[in-house]
T-cell receptor
Framework: EDQVTQSPEALRLQEGESSSLNCSYT??????LFWYRQDPGKGPEFLFT???AGEEKEKERLKATLTKKESFLHITAPKPEDSATYLC????????????FGAGTRLFVKA | NAGVTQTPKFQVLKTGQSMTLQCAQD?????MYWYRQDPGMGLRLIYY???????DKGEVPNGYNVSRLNKREFSLRLESAAPSQTSVYFC??????????????????FGEGSRLTVL
């Protein structure tokens, strides 16, 4: 069964304390892995797309990496405004447009 | 640009009532989607429309119907609401094309959500 698992469920950091979020997946025919950010009461907002193992993408304090089994979202020196839920999603080749989402990691950054 | 606009933002229904969630996008995207989001679970696809004139079931289509009214608009209808349909509903769109041997969707752009409570 195609599955996406994110860990931890919640992460509390002090401002400036770097850490990583994990997204592991077991799917057939991966056609892209996506990271989104979701603020309370809002829709998810696109951050990155990764297509192949070894690929990396960066945006400000965020860096996403991809292996054959998992992806990491590294947060360097986070700030309180980085507090949000981070969602991982994989697009699979079913001949259609299927994207499977993980349950998300809630990140809290304290000043 | 407004992006993806959903209405209503909040709705309370009684069991058995019907309602329609409206969604419109102004990005000239081909593909549109309806997801539901429940606590502790990922976003789950209800229905999608790869292009104008087509609709297909997602993971959790039971109890819902959709209409792709035109390229901009994609509505979700609950014919007889049940408490299990209490959720936050998100509409999304993407640049999607179908090519020989596969398809390409691009990233999803989401609306702000519609919070539905069924009593």
């Amino acid at each position: 069964e195609d599955q996406v698992t994110q860990s931890p469920e919640a992460l509390r950091l002090q401002e400036g304390e770097s850490s990583s979020l994990n997204c592991s997946y077991t799917v057939s025919g991966l056609r892209g892995l996506f990271w989104y950010r979701q603020d309370p009461g809002k829709g998810p907002e696109f951050l990155f797309t990764l297509y192949s193992a070894g690929e990396e993408k960066e945006k400000e304090r965020l860096k996403a990496t991809l292996t054959k089994k998992e992806s990491f979202l590294h947060i360097t020196a986070p700030k309180p405004e980085d507090s949000a839920t981070y969602l991982c999603a994989v697009r699979i080749n079913t001949g259609g447009f299927k994207t499977i989402f993980g349950a998300g990691t809630r990140l809290f950054v304290k000043a | 640009n407004a992006g993806v606009t959903q209405t209503p933002k909040f709705q309370v229904l009684k069991t058995g009532q019907s309602m329609t969630l409206q969604c419109a996008q102004d990005m000239n995207h081909n593909s549109m989607y309806w997801y539901r989001q429940d606590p502790g679970m990922g976003l789950r696809l209800i229905y999608y429309s790869a292009s104008e004139g087509t609709t297909d079931k997602g993971e959790v289509p039971n109890g819902y119907n959709v209409s792709r009214l035109n390229k901009r608009e994609f509505s979700l209808r609950l014919e007889s609401a049940a408490p299990s349909q209490t959720s936050v509903y998100f509409c999304a769109s993407s640049y999607g094309i179908v090519i020989e041997g596969g398809s390409y969707t691009g990233e999803l752009f989401f609306g702000e959500g519609s919070r539905l409570t069924v009593l």
